[in-house]
């Protein structure tokens, strides 16, 4: 197998690029042109074109998104660029090489409403920009008519890259006291759990039927299991740090509500989501969110 990985240093870029060896030859791109003068920026249609032309890939898998959720609510035109314009450019060129698109999206494609986790099937309805062009991209996959694989994910944390994890410990390093949101809900999901998941998922697809791999193309959520709100998460960061015998000096954990921490993109606060689909049609475990989030600290610590 061939596969054609975009976006390799973002954190789940990062961890693909691991992952995804066993399966056959990864080329990796970037924004900037490799030696080779191929280029994986997804704003410009021609480099893309031309790295699968040169390359042909049985696979791509796109990790490569405009992921500054607060910034898109005043950059939209970028925002759609990558998010929306460039997928779908992906998508309808994986479609006439026949080659299948692997690509990631995100619980913000829902509004956020309930407490039921969010199902596969769930009317999307973002209320964010950056969620309306990730799910914009998405329906331009769906319209490509192209064999795709695409995970909706949510709160990626990882070694590599900046995430919440990296925030609080430098937070807590310096502050004594701080406010966390306790009304938003999810499950914190590594980008090595969600890279392992796609390379399995991958050799799945690999070893099944024609017919077998036309059921196994569409949306799946991919989570880690159990929940917790963004104050949990800090607090079991906090606890671990200190086990691992790092220096905090944070005394004091505020629970506040969404309401009380004004951002420019507005929130989902539900954002569980229904993993069934994933776990039955791929045979995956989904490991306990607190595994993960340790892992990663004990690399970082
Ligand atoms: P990161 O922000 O860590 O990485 C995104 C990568 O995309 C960066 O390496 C960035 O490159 C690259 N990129 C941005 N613009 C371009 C471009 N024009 N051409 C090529 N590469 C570009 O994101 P994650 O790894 O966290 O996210 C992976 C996927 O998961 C995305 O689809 C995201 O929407 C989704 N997701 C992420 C969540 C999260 O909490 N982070 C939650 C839910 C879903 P550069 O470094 O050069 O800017």
Redesign the pocket.
């Known amino acids: 197998m061939k596969i054609l990985l975009?976006?390799k240093?973002?954190?789940?870029?990062w961890e693909l690029k691991r992952a995804l060896q066993p399966l056959g030859q990864v080329i990796a791109l970037?924004?900037t042109q490799n030696e080779d003068s191929l280029s994986?920026?997804?704003?410009n249609f021609e480099a893309i074109t031309q790295a699968i032309h040169v390359i042909d890939p049985d696979v791509v898998v796109n990790?490569?998104?405009?992921?500054a959720v607060d910034k898109a609510e005043t950059d939209q035109s970028n925002a759609d660029l990558?998010n929306h314009l460039a997928v779908k450019h992906l998508a309808e060129f994986c479609k006439k090489q026949n080659i299948l698109l692997v690509h990631?999206?995100?619980?913000y494609v829902f509004n956020g409403e309930g407490i039921e986790p969010w199902s596969e099937d769930d009317q999307t309805k973002p209320v964010n920009l950056y969620g309306h062009t990730?799910r914009l991209g998405e329906q331009a996959i769906e319209q490509s008519g192209c064999a795709f694989i695409n995970f909706r994910?949510?709160?990626?944390y990882g070694s590599h890259?900046h995430n919440f994890i990296k925030t609080m410990l430098k937070l807590a390093a310096s502050r004594e006291e701080l406010s966390v949101i306790h009304d938003q809900i999810g499950a914190p999901t590594g980008?090595a759990l969600i890279a392992d998941v796609t390379a399995q998922a991958l050799r799945v697809y690999q070893l099944s039927s024609s017919q077998q791999q036309n059921s196994l193309c569409g949306h799946y959520h991919l989570a880690a299991s159990g929940q917790c709100s963004w104050f949990d998460y800090a607090n079991f960061i906090f606890d671990h740090a200190k086990q691992l015998g790092q220096m905090l000096v944070i005394q004091k954990v505020n629970a506040i509500g969404t309401s009380d921490y004004p951002t420019p993109a507005k929130r989902p606060l539900n954002s569980r989501l229904n993993t069934q689909k994933l776990q039955t049609q791929f045979k995956i475990h989904l490991p306990h969110w607190t595994l993960g989030v340790a892992q990663v600290l004990e690399e970082i610590i």
């Open positions: 975009l976006g240093n973002g954190q789940v870029g970037d924004r994986g920026d997804l704003a990790a490569a998104a405009y992921t990558i990631y999206s995100t619980d990730k994910t949510c709160w990626v890259g980008a």
